[in-house]
Protein backbone atom coordinates (compact mmCIF):
# COMPACT_ATOMS: atom_id res chain seq x y z
CA UNK A 1 0.00 0.00 0.00
CA UNK A 2 2.98 2.28 1.34
CA UNK A 3 4.78 1.35 -2.42
CA UNK A 4 1.50 2.16 -4.53
CA UNK A 5 1.02 5.73 -2.90
CA UNK A 6 4.79 6.71 -2.78
CA UNK A 7 5.10 5.70 -7.03
CA UNK A 8 1.39 7.96 -7.41
CA UNK A 9 3.64 10.78 -5.80
CA UNK A 10 6.34 10.83 -7.76
CA UNK A 11 3.99 10.24 -11.07
CA UNK A 12 2.48 13.36 -9.86
CA UNK A 13 6.05 15.51 -9.17
CA UNK A 14 6.95 14.33 -11.94
CA UNK A 15 4.47 15.91 -14.05
CA UNK A 16 4.80 19.08 -12.21
CA UNK A 17 8.48 19.24 -13.27
CA UNK A 18 7.40 18.74 -16.88
CA UNK A 19 5.46 21.60 -16.72
CA UNK A 20 7.78 23.77 -15.51
CA UNK A 21 10.54 25.34 -18.48
CA UNK A 22 13.61 23.96 -18.42
CA UNK A 23 13.04 21.27 -15.39
CA UNK A 24 15.92 19.17 -16.59
CA UNK A 25 18.02 22.32 -16.24
CA UNK A 26 17.18 23.48 -12.93
CA UNK A 27 16.80 20.07 -10.66
CA UNK A 28 19.74 18.12 -10.02
CA UNK A 29 17.57 14.71 -10.61
CA UNK A 30 18.20 15.62 -14.69
CA UNK A 31 21.18 13.46 -14.06
CA UNK A 32 18.96 10.98 -13.35
CA UNK A 33 16.31 10.78 -15.99
CA UNK A 34 14.75 12.08 -19.11
CA UNK A 35 11.92 13.94 -19.49
CA UNK A 36 10.13 14.54 -22.55
CA UNK A 37 9.98 18.35 -24.06
CA UNK A 38 8.80 19.50 -27.71
CA UNK A 39 12.13 19.21 -28.83
CA UNK A 40 13.70 16.11 -27.11
CA UNK A 41 11.94 13.41 -26.99
CA UNK A 42 12.03 9.61 -28.47
CA UNK A 43 9.41 10.52 -31.69
CA UNK A 44 12.01 13.25 -33.20
CA UNK A 45 14.05 11.81 -35.93
CA UNK A 46 17.56 12.60 -36.08
CA UNK A 47 20.45 10.81 -37.78
CA UNK A 48 24.32 12.06 -38.52
CA UNK A 49 24.33 14.06 -41.56
CA UNK A 50 26.21 12.90 -44.93
CA UNK A 51 29.74 14.26 -43.90
CA UNK A 52 29.57 12.91 -40.49
CA UNK A 53 28.42 9.44 -41.85
CA UNK A 54 31.88 9.12 -43.53
CA UNK A 55 33.90 9.66 -40.04
CA UNK A 56 30.88 7.49 -38.15
CA UNK A 57 32.52 4.58 -40.68
CA UNK A 58 36.12 6.32 -39.73
CA UNK A 59 35.61 5.73 -35.97
CA UNK A 60 33.99 2.31 -36.29
CA UNK A 61 37.17 0.96 -38.42
CA UNK A 62 39.04 1.33 -35.15
CA UNK A 63 37.12 -1.84 -33.46
CA UNK A 64 36.68 -5.29 -34.57
CA UNK A 65 33.12 -5.71 -36.14
CA UNK A 66 31.78 -7.73 -32.98
CA UNK A 67 33.19 -4.46 -30.86
CA UNK A 68 31.40 -1.93 -32.44
CA UNK A 69 30.06 -0.56 -29.02
CA UNK A 70 33.66 0.44 -28.25
CA UNK A 71 33.23 2.95 -30.49
CA UNK A 72 30.02 4.90 -28.23
CA UNK A 73 31.94 7.19 -26.55
CA UNK A 74 33.43 9.00 -29.74
CA UNK A 75 29.99 9.03 -31.84
CA UNK A 76 28.34 10.47 -28.89
CA UNK A 77 30.98 13.36 -29.15
CA UNK A 78 30.32 13.39 -32.94
CA UNK A 79 26.70 13.47 -32.23
CA UNK A 80 26.93 16.41 -29.37
CA UNK A 81 28.89 18.10 -32.02
CA UNK A 82 26.47 17.98 -34.79
CA UNK A 83 23.72 18.85 -32.83
CA UNK A 84 25.05 22.23 -31.01
CA UNK A 85 26.38 21.28 -28.14
CA UNK A 86 23.98 18.43 -26.52
CA UNK A 87 22.58 14.99 -26.94
CA UNK A 88 18.95 14.47 -27.23
CA UNK A 89 17.39 11.23 -26.34
CA UNK A 90 16.75 10.85 -30.67
CA UNK A 91 20.62 11.31 -31.04
CA UNK A 92 21.37 8.78 -28.28
CA UNK A 93 18.96 6.36 -29.61
CA UNK A 94 20.65 6.38 -33.43
CA UNK A 95 24.07 5.85 -31.83
CA UNK A 96 23.12 2.73 -29.91
CA UNK A 97 21.16 1.40 -33.38
CA UNK A 98 24.39 2.06 -35.09
CA UNK A 99 26.78 0.07 -32.61
CA UNK A 100 23.51 -2.43 -32.22
CA UNK A 101 22.60 -2.13 -28.51
CA UNK A 102 20.16 -1.29 -26.37
CA UNK A 103 19.42 2.17 -26.11
CA UNK A 104 19.62 1.83 -22.22
CA UNK A 105 23.47 0.87 -22.97
CA UNK A 106 24.11 4.23 -24.53
CA UNK A 107 21.99 6.70 -21.82
CA UNK A 108 24.52 4.96 -19.26
CA UNK A 109 27.01 6.50 -21.32
CA UNK A 110 25.53 9.97 -21.61
CA UNK A 111 24.70 10.44 -18.00
CA UNK A 112 27.94 9.09 -16.78
CA UNK A 113 30.02 11.39 -18.23
CA UNK A 114 30.02 15.41 -17.56
CA UNK A 115 31.47 15.77 -21.09
CA UNK A 116 28.17 14.86 -22.57
CA UNK A 117 25.22 17.73 -22.17
CA UNK A 118 21.72 16.19 -22.36
CA UNK A 119 20.60 20.16 -21.88
CA UNK A 120 20.82 22.99 -24.74
CA UNK A 121 24.27 25.04 -23.96
CA UNK A 122 25.24 28.09 -25.58
CA UNK A 123 27.41 28.19 -29.01
CA UNK A 124 30.17 29.04 -26.93
CA UNK A 125 29.89 26.50 -24.09
CA UNK A 126 32.25 28.57 -21.60
CA UNK A 127 33.70 25.80 -18.57
CA UNK A 128 35.47 27.08 -15.13
CA UNK A 129 37.48 24.82 -13.69
CA UNK A 130 36.60 24.50 -9.78
CA UNK A 131 39.04 22.12 -8.58
CA UNK A 132 41.23 22.81 -5.63
CA UNK A 133 44.31 24.57 -7.42
CA UNK A 134 42.24 26.82 -9.81
CA UNK A 135 39.86 27.70 -6.86
CA UNK A 136 42.85 28.60 -4.66
CA UNK A 137 43.75 31.01 -7.58
CA UNK A 138 40.48 32.36 -7.59
CA UNK A 139 38.40 30.55 -10.24
CA UNK A 140 34.97 31.43 -8.12
CA UNK A 141 35.90 35.41 -9.20
CA UNK A 142 36.14 33.88 -12.83
CA UNK A 143 32.88 32.22 -12.93
CA UNK A 144 31.44 35.61 -10.86
CA UNK A 145 32.84 37.45 -13.92
CA UNK A 146 31.16 35.51 -16.69
CA UNK A 147 27.70 35.23 -14.90
CA UNK A 148 27.65 38.73 -13.96
CA UNK A 149 28.55 39.93 -17.28
CA UNK A 150 26.21 37.62 -19.22
CA UNK A 151 23.33 37.99 -16.95
CA UNK A 152 22.78 34.22 -16.53
CA UNK A 153 23.13 31.23 -13.66
CA UNK A 154 25.03 28.54 -13.96
CA UNK A 155 24.06 26.09 -17.02
CA UNK A 156 21.96 28.58 -18.58
CA UNK A 157 21.77 29.72 -22.15
CA UNK A 158 21.66 33.28 -22.82
CA UNK A 159 19.00 34.76 -25.07
CA UNK A 160 20.99 35.18 -27.92
CA UNK A 161 21.86 31.66 -27.92
CA UNK A 162 25.88 32.53 -28.20
CA UNK A 163 26.54 31.68 -24.46
CA UNK A 164 26.75 29.60 -21.73
CA UNK A 165 28.85 28.77 -18.53
CA UNK A 166 29.54 25.87 -16.83
CA UNK A 167 31.96 24.36 -14.01
CA UNK A 168 34.42 21.67 -14.76
CA UNK A 169 36.60 19.20 -12.50
CA UNK A 170 40.36 19.29 -13.50
CA UNK A 171 41.50 20.28 -16.72
CA UNK A 172 44.70 19.36 -15.86
CA UNK A 173 46.68 22.48 -16.27
CA UNK A 174 46.99 23.06 -12.68
CA UNK A 175 50.56 25.12 -12.98
CA UNK A 176 48.34 27.67 -14.90
CA UNK A 177 45.04 27.88 -12.87
CA UNK A 178 43.01 29.58 -12.74
CA UNK A 179 41.77 28.35 -16.58
CA UNK A 180 38.44 27.94 -18.56
CA UNK A 181 37.53 25.65 -21.21
CA UNK A 182 35.81 27.44 -24.22
CA UNK A 183 33.56 24.40 -26.33
CA UNK A 184 33.36 26.25 -29.40
CA UNK A 185 29.90 24.52 -31.28
CA UNK A 186 29.16 28.02 -33.58
CA UNK A 187 30.36 26.22 -36.83
CA UNK A 188 28.87 22.05 -35.96
CA UNK A 189 31.06 19.45 -36.35
CA UNK A 190 32.89 20.68 -39.03
CA UNK A 191 34.66 23.89 -36.89
CA UNK A 192 34.51 22.22 -33.37
CA UNK A 193 37.03 23.59 -31.23
CA UNK A 194 37.92 22.60 -27.38
CA UNK A 195 40.17 25.62 -26.42
CA UNK A 196 42.27 26.14 -22.99
CA UNK A 197 42.47 29.59 -21.81
CA UNK A 198 44.80 29.95 -19.06
CA UNK A 199 46.09 31.77 -16.29
CA UNK A 200 42.65 34.38 -17.21
CA UNK A 201 41.74 36.96 -14.66
CA UNK A 202 37.85 38.34 -14.23
CA UNK A 203 38.81 41.11 -16.61
CA UNK A 204 40.35 39.04 -19.46
CA UNK A 205 37.59 36.08 -19.34
CA UNK A 206 35.41 39.21 -20.10
CA UNK A 207 37.57 40.44 -22.81
CA UNK A 208 37.64 36.47 -24.49
CA UNK A 209 33.40 36.49 -24.24
CA UNK A 210 33.39 39.62 -26.10
CA UNK A 211 36.02 38.71 -28.77
CA UNK A 212 34.02 35.52 -29.41
CA UNK A 213 31.27 37.47 -29.70
CA UNK A 214 33.01 39.92 -32.46
CA UNK A 215 33.10 36.22 -34.22
CA UNK A 216 37.03 36.57 -33.31
CA UNK A 217 39.27 33.29 -32.31
CA UNK A 218 41.26 34.60 -29.45
CA UNK A 219 44.70 33.29 -28.76
CA UNK A 220 44.56 30.53 -26.37
CA UNK A 221 47.20 29.10 -24.01
CA UNK A 222 48.06 31.46 -21.45
CA UNK A 223 46.46 34.88 -20.88
CA UNK A 224 49.63 36.08 -19.06
CA UNK A 225 52.41 37.59 -21.66
CA UNK A 226 55.10 37.32 -19.16
CA UNK A 227 54.92 33.41 -19.71
CA UNK A 228 55.76 30.69 -22.24
CA UNK A 229 53.24 28.22 -22.13
CA UNK A 230 53.73 26.66 -18.43
CA UNK A 231 57.43 28.51 -17.65
CA UNK A 232 57.81 30.75 -14.77
CA UNK A 233 57.20 34.64 -15.59
CA UNK A 234 59.98 36.28 -17.28
CA UNK A 235 61.73 32.97 -18.20
CA UNK A 236 63.53 30.11 -16.94
CA UNK A 237 66.39 31.04 -13.64
CA UNK A 238 67.40 27.54 -13.32
CA UNK A 239 68.62 24.72 -15.54
CA UNK A 240 70.17 26.85 -18.27
CA UNK A 241 72.35 24.25 -19.04
CA UNK A 242 72.37 20.74 -20.32
CA UNK A 243 72.17 18.34 -17.78
CA UNK A 244 74.70 16.06 -16.94
CA UNK A 245 74.03 12.48 -17.24
CA UNK A 246 73.62 10.53 -14.42
CA UNK A 247 76.96 8.60 -14.07
CA UNK A 248 75.78 5.47 -13.32
CA UNK A 249 73.57 5.43 -16.85
CA UNK A 250 77.19 4.56 -18.39
CA UNK A 251 77.35 0.19 -17.01
CA UNK A 252 81.07 0.56 -17.70
CA UNK A 253 81.52 3.78 -15.23
CA UNK A 254 80.03 1.80 -12.34
Not at 16 to 41: C, E, K
Not at 145 to 154: D, E, I, Q, S
Not at 240 to 247: R, V
Request: glycine letters at 8%; charged letters at 25%; one cysteine or more.
Amino acid sequence: MLGRLAAQRFREIRQVFRQIPQAPRLFSTALNYHLDTTDNNPDLPWEFKEANKAKVKEILSHYPSNYKQSAVIPLLDLAQQQHGGWLTVSAMNEVARIIEVAPIRVYEVATFYSMFNRTKVGKYHLLVCGTTPCMLRGSRDIEDALLKHLGVKRNEVTKDGLFSVGEMECMGCCVNAPMITVADYSNGSEGYAYNYYEDVTPKRVVEIVEALRRGEKPPRGTQNPKRINSGPEGGNITLLGKPKAPPCRDLDAC
